[in-house]
């Protein structure tokens, strides 16, 4: 008969509850999960502690092996899982990066009012499902050849700017100014490569969406006025997406290889699904280059996708961008690896920091955040699910400390795709949400039940525990009108 959870874990307080190394021999680290004690009884009947502990198998892991309130079952990391790892003497785990590398969340801010959308809503709805293509092998309206290709994966967001898709602005408020360096387009296959050409400027399908949102309660004025949030019914829009089937192509092949580079390097894991390399090794750094390239993809999608956003806008309320007020507020990736800096033990070491369905959230001072936002702390960006709300939140000083500067990046599923098509077959999904004042317009129905709800968790208890815990803070949370899903 298997433990409990009470039997295993270490609860620290209300929010921190640890494995102990000693649960599995081998364990370099403890565990610790950011949960509420609610949380854990799915977390530990989807078994997923078990991914917690076994990713503290990794050569070089630091301090813990962590996991955040939305954590969920993933290839080898747990999504929702967050490790840092030594350069000199440490690994690099495509896995713990994920198959849609630098899927993450853009947000923009408009003049508008909940009063002035809400009429003409269903043709916003209409004609951004029109303008911004969605659904599963989806192509874009952007023709790129290969060659051209290969300069989106080096420069990412200059790109799309310097071809009149977004306003320069935008690039100093996404994270890395929207270009990982180091791209080498060379270390990615033509297969990722011919898999890119024609998705550029998607959406995709899953759970990916654009969102219009619209502000319901303020916790911190301060902070919602710095990013231009002035009050409550105020507009926003959210997109989310990533690297498409190009991401996914990279991970693909680089799972593959490292797969190769562990009996090469006698390395020892639980779980074949953490095949990693050296960080410094050839095999390492070749993967670190390339998921450059997937980070500069999805930054260039997101890019596009917030241009046609705007000209949907305009199109439909006869204003121009700029009186519309469309800036855009931040961009953050949630599925990425990063060397960083942090102080462990009183020195200063080079990490390489996994951050699969995580958010970076650095803290106020920090040089990496934009200079408007260097008083207040990095925007956190924190989508729920379609028929609930999301968050805005920012990084703080005790997620530099505990978390390598990572929070929650959504709600996190409870059921899978094909639970939720099973226990929700014959509910018609967007009556129910249109019942509740929420647009919803899709490529197919079982998408719309693989994202219900019912298929997630309440985000709101997620990033209630976040802000307990004191990894990111809230600052405001936002509902939404209208979705437009793949």
């Given amino acids: 008969?298997?433990?409990?959870?009470?039997?295993?874990?270490?609860?620290?307080?209300?929010?921190?509850?640890?494995?102990?190394?000693?649960?599995?021999?081998?364990?370099?680290?403890?565990?610790?999960?950011?949960?509420?004690?609610?949380?854990?009884?799915?977390i530990w009947e989807e078994q997923v502690f078990q991914q917690v502990a076994n990713v503290a198998f990794l050569p070089g892991i630091v301090d813990h092996s962590l996991a955040m309130p939305d954590i969920h079952w993933g290839y080898g990391f747990p999504i929702g899982g967050v490790a840092a790892t030594r350069v000199d003497d440490g690994v690099i785990s495509p896995g713990g990066v994920g198959f849609d590398i630098n899927c993450g969340v853009r947000l923009l801010r408009t003049n508008l009012i909940e009063e002035e959308v809400r009429p003409r809503i269903d043709r916003l709805i209409a004609d951004l499902f029109t303008s911004i293509p969605s659904g599963l092998g989806s192509k874009g309206k952007i023709r790129v050849s290969e060659k051209e290709l290969d300069e989106v994966l080096v420069k990412g967001s200059r790109w799309a700017i310097e071809k009149g898709y977004g306003e320069a602005e935008d690039i100093a408020l996404t994270e890395e100014q929207g270009c990982f360096k180091g791209a080498d387009p060379d270390k990615v296959s033509s297969r990722a490569k011919k898999r890119g050409v024609p998705q550029l400027g998607t959406l995709g399908s899953g759970n990916h969406f654009l969102e219009i949102d619209v502000v319901e309660e303020i916790y911190d004025q301060e902070a919602a006025t710095a990013m231009g949030i002035t009050g409550h019914g105020q507009v926003l829009v959210l997109i989310h997406t990533g690297s498409r089937g190009f991401g996914h192509e990279v991970c693909s092949n680089y799972v593959s290889l490292f797969g190769e580079a562990v009996k090469r390097y006698s390395i020892s894991l639980p779980d074949r699904q953490l095949a990693c390399a050296p960080v410094n090794s050839p095999e390492g750094q070749d993967y670190l280059q390339a998921m450059a390239c997937a980070a500069n993809y999805a930054w260039t999608n997101r890019q596009c996708i917030a241009h046609w956003t705007r000209e949907s806008f305009v199109k439909v309320f006869g204003k121009s961008q700029r009186e519309l007020g469309m800036e855009q507020i931040y961009d953050v990736a949630h599925n990425i690896a990063k060397l960083e800096e942090y102080s462990i033990g009183g020195k200063k070491h080079t990490l390489c920091v996994h951050r699969k369905g995580a958010t970076r959230a650095f803290t106020a001072g920090h040089p990496d955040i934009p200079d408007i936002y260097r008083n207040i702390g990095q925007p956190v960006l924190i989508p729920g699910d379609m028929g609930r709300c999301s968050y805005i939140a920012l990084g703080t000083e005790t997620a530099m400390k505990e978390t390598f500067g990572s929070t929650c990046h959504g709600a996190g599923r409870v059921q899978s795709r094909a639970a939720a098509r099973r226990s929700l077959k014959g509910v018609d999904i967007a009556r129910a949400l249109a019942a509740r004042g929420i647009t919803v317009k899709a490529g197919s129905i079982s998408s719309l039940a693989e994202e219900a709800s019912e298929a997630y968790k309440d985000v709101n208890e997620v990033v209630e525990v976040t802000d307990k815990a004191g990894i990111s803070r809230k600052v405001t949370r936002i509902v939404p009108i209208g979705v437009i899903k793949g």
């Fill in 1 to 42: 008969m298997s433990p409990r959870w009470e039997e295993v874990l270490n609860r620290i307080d209300d929010y921190r509850w640890e494995i102990p190394p000693s649960y599995k021999a081998g364990m370099r680290v403890p565990g610790l999960i950011f949960a509420s004690e609610s949380m854990l009884s799915h």
